[in-house]
């Protein structure tokens, strides 16, 4: 990802970056504790079409990813589709669309900040640690 972001706003790779994370720690709260990583790259991937400015059904029929990471990607199908919606409902600001996906998976208010600001932790470390 940090070669792809080369020639892009920094901003970019941040977001990705925290959606990756972000997408991780929900695992733990929403019984998808055994896809940690799939959610991880969900996340990281969630921007990917604007990193090779390609559309995403081009990018993703060439990338070997599970079935889940791609149906939400393409789609916003599945729990994962969930996640990526809620993450996305919570960068807009957008708390009646967020308060509707925590419900829908069933994560507590204060998990889910809790969850959020990890996903802040760990980027600012992972950033600092390539810079």
């Known amino acids: 990802m940090r070669d792809l972001s080369k020639d892009r706003p920094d901003i970019l790779m941040e977001k990705s970056l925290i959606r990756g994370h972000f997408a991780e720690n929900l695992s ?3 019984n998808l504790k055994g896809k940690k990583f ?8 969630s921007l990917i079409d604007i990193f090779l400015n390609k559309p995403l059904p081009e990018i993703i029929g060439n990338l070997s990813l599970s079935s889940e990471v791609k ?7 599945g ?33 889910y900040m809790q969850c959020y600001c990890s996903a802040l932790k760990s980027t600012q470390k992972a950033l600092q640690a390539l810079s």
């Open 28 to 30: 733990l709260y929403v």
């Open 38 to 45: 799939d959610l991880f790259v969900l996340g990281l991937f």
């Open 71 to 77: 149906d939400a990607l393409l789609k916003r199908k």
């Open 79 to 111: 729990k994962f589709g969930i996640v990526l919606n809620l993450i996305i409902a919570h960068e807009k600001g957008d708390w009646l669309k967020v308060n509707h996906y925590i419900d829908e998976l069933g994560i507590k208010e204060d998990k």
